[in-house]
């Protein structure tokens, strides 16, 4: 007779083999019932480690990839669902801040303690803020309204006479004065957007056109306008190109949609299409 030790250490080695063999029918069944049902965890996701003083059963990885997959896909969906919603209340308060570091000084007449925290050495009150921005939008047009008036005009002007006599002000105020009436007496100026050659023959660009250029940039006789050309994602900077009115091909979107079509990379095309047709005669008027 074998030794007990031995017996049972044979016992027990065929015993595991069992298990083990069990354990490996059991998962083909289950792969072969649950294959198709989506969702279902699948018992092949376990294996068995054999270890001298027992058995283990230990989730493979397949399935810690599968909850993960499952998580970043609701979390980018919840992203997208809710990322329009926070980023336009987060625009609106960066707006509405940058806004109020300046129009809170209209408020200089009302005491700090009353207008800020923490005795008047915080921050103003939000509350507040939204009055000084209401007195900015009521004053602003009051102005508006004023310069309709002979006395409101003849205040502009001394206004502006002093404004233009102070030493580097005047540069800074010249300037802007010009280009603001540039664009407001322009009425064509990024009111139509088109589309030219640029940065290379073959290639195109979308564009607005900020106005036509006088005689000494014509071009064979031919008007020549000039076209701002945004970059992506941010429209703030640009080229400025000169083209023959040819050159450019009017396109049936408006400005709003084209500087979407801009902002978002091209991803969202205009309504209902870009519809390109060549313009005869843009819609500037002669100066």
């Known amino acids: 007779m074998a030794p007990a030790g031995h017996f049972l250490a044979i016992s027990d080695r065929t015993y595991r083999r069992i298990v083990h063999t069990f354990l490996s029918a059991a998962v083909a069944l289950n792969d072969f019932a649950f294959r198709a049902a989506s969702g279902l965890p699948h018992f092949s996701d376990c294996f068995v480690l054999a270890l001298s003083n027992g058995f283990s059963i230990r989730r493979l990885p397949s399935v810690n990839k599968n909850l993960f997959a499952r998580w970043r896909a609701n979390f980018f969906t919840g992203l997208a669902v809710l990322l329009p919603a926070i980023a336009s209340v987060l625009v609106l308060l960066w707006v509405f801040s940058s806004i109020a570091n300046?129009?809170?000084?209209?408020?200089?007449?009302?005491p700090s303690k009353l207008t800020h925290g923490d005795?008047?050495?915080?921050?103003?009150?939000?509350y507040w803020s939204m009055a000084?921005?209401?007195?900015?939008?009521?004053?602003?047009s009051l102005a508006g309204k004023l310069?309709?008036?002979?006395?409101?005009?003849?205040?502009?002007?001394?206004?502006d006479r002093g404004l233009l006599r102070i030493p580097l002000l005047n540069k800074i105020y010249s300037t802007i004065k010009?280009?603001?009436e540039a664009f407001t007496s322009n009425k064509s100026s990024f009111k139509q957007v088109?589309?030219?050659?640029?940065?290379?023959?073959?290639?195109?660009?979308?564009?607005f056109v900020t106005g036509e250029q006088d005689e000494a940039f014509h071009q064979?006789?031919?008007r020549t306008i000039s076209v701002f050309i945004p970059t992506t994602p941010n429209p703030t900077s640009g080229f400025l190109i000169l083209?023959?009115?040819?050159?450019?091909?009017?396109?049936?979107?408006?400005?709003?949609?084209g500087i979407k079509f801009i902002v978002s990379l091209g991803a969202i095309p205009p309504e209902p299409s870009l519809g390109i047709r060549p313009v005869p005669s843009l819609p500037i008027p002669h100066g």
């Not at 300046?102 to 009302?110: K, N, R, V, Y």
């Not at 005795?119 to 939000?126: D, F, R, T």
């Not at 083209?243 to 949609?257: H, Q, Y």
């Open 102 to 110: 300046i129009t809170d000084a209209l408020l200089f007449f009302l």
């Open 119 to 126: 005795g008047g050495q915080g921050k103003m009150y939000w």
């Open 132 to 140: 000084a921005l209401l007195l900015a939008i009521l004053l602003i």
């Open 147 to 159: 310069t309709r008036y002979y006395i409101g005009k003849k205040i502009i002007q001394l206004l």
């Open 178 to 180: 010009q280009v603001n």
């Open 194 to 207: 088109v589309l030219v050659e640029f940065p290379q023959p073959g290639h195109r660009a979308v564009g």
């Open 220 to 222: 064979g006789g031919e």
């Open 243 to 257: 083209v023959p009115e040819s050159g450019a091909k009017k396109l049936d979107m408006s400005v709003a949609d």
